[in-house]
């Protein structure tokens, strides 16, 4: 045999051994397996506040005898993590936030009101009775930022105000509107070793603050005097705070930060005068930051900037002749910014975009025609991004690659759907958990697994490591066999 010919042989048995030692995906969508323990029959458990920590997807659940109450799961089964308001009542846990490997959140247990509460899976306590007694105070806004979780809460007496704390110690921040009243702190976002947040003084009105803990100070008084500001929408690249904010006379335009008064401007005035652009959505994707704006000619569209006035840009007028597109909800996953927008052609539908004007397209047009399927909830898994969106009269899930969308089907009946818009996929291990609802069930909680629909890893592996073993001992074979041609030949 040719030696030429034997290589040729050689090179096509090794690529179609290693061909079938790869993983195989299904053409199909998987199925949700839906779960009916917590609450069994016709009568809904309603899961809300899907959190996930660790190998356990945490949430709250009625089971009908201990009223909504912090339970876990980690796919086929569910278990109360504890009853904290023991009855029927139950306490509400809202805020579920993740930090230093607890689930911190805010609960009432019957006698302290809604405090900060946290959990393991093993431990679950009340960390701080900030206002003593049954009155509440109302902890929102939790924040990590280094070894502390920071959250707004009322102790009483010094009003709304930003606390920290480690799970041991509980301490205000700082009085920053002394008396009753507070400072009432929101839009609270970490970046840079700094949490900076909106909030109020008596000397400046609602403007831009920041701590690190130990040093909480104003930025800059953007709008003078005792007017307000009110930055909103934060966002953070390349060392800078981006965010909206109003200075009196050009109107909520775009605005960035380094965390310094003289480091605090404005980037554009999108729409010129007194009128507001109105930035809003601002996502970092890329070496930009993404945002809907309105600059009185195009309608709400999709804009970006980095940070330089003739970089701050119309990215893509989705919707022209002066009609909004009116894109929100912008996800960065998988390497798109994913996001819905309104077309006159198929109303609020799935976009996204790669970062290039080409690259922004339609995925698709799941509720055919003028009617919006209105797209929410979007989470990464593998390959897909599944969300929820409306194929007719009710949401159901749906996933794409970017170039097929299919709708994820629940497994009882056609007409199982999405039972609430209460933050309903979450991804923890692999499998995605939502909500759904049928007659046969009520409203409970389902998931789907990754390897229901891609072969197991330690399969492929052995498959591989097997058809490799073949493939060398061919080649060794094939190869002792040329040589001894080799050898008749010259003899």
Known sequence: MPAEKIRRSVVLLLALLIASAAPVRATTPPTFAVVDSIRPGTSSSNPYNFTALGDYLYFVADDGTSGPELWRTNGPTANLVLDINDGASGSFPSNLTVFEGYIYFVANDGSAGNELWRTNGTVTELVEDINPGINPSNPDYLTALGSHLYFVANDGSTGNELWRTNGTDTALVLDIFSGFDGSNPVEIFATGGFLYFQAASSAAGYELWRTNGATTG????????TDSSYPYSFAALGGYLYFRASDGTSGDELWRTNGTALGTTLVRDITPGPNSGFPADLTTFGNYVYFVANDDVSGNELWRTDGTALG?????????????????????????????????????ELWRTDGTVSGTTRVEDINPGVNSSSPFAFTAIGDYVYFVATSSTNAFVHRTDGNV?????????????????????????????SVMYSEATGGEFAYLDEATYVLPETNADARAVWNWTIALTVLALITLAAGAGLRNRSS
Do not use: K, M
């Open 405 to 433: 969308t299919e709708r994820v089907p629940f497994p009882i009946d056609p007409d199982q759907f999405i039972s609430c818009e209460c933050n309903p996929l979450a991804s923890v291990g692999g499998r995605l958990y």
């Open 218 to 225: 104003i930025v800059a008084d953007i709008n003078p005097g």
């Open 312 to 348: 701050t840009t119309l990215f893509s007028d989705i919707n022209p002749d002066e009609e909004s597109s009116s894109p929100y909800n912008l996800t960065a996953l998988n390497g798109y910014l994913y996001f819905p927008a309104y077309d006159n052609a198929a109303g609020y």
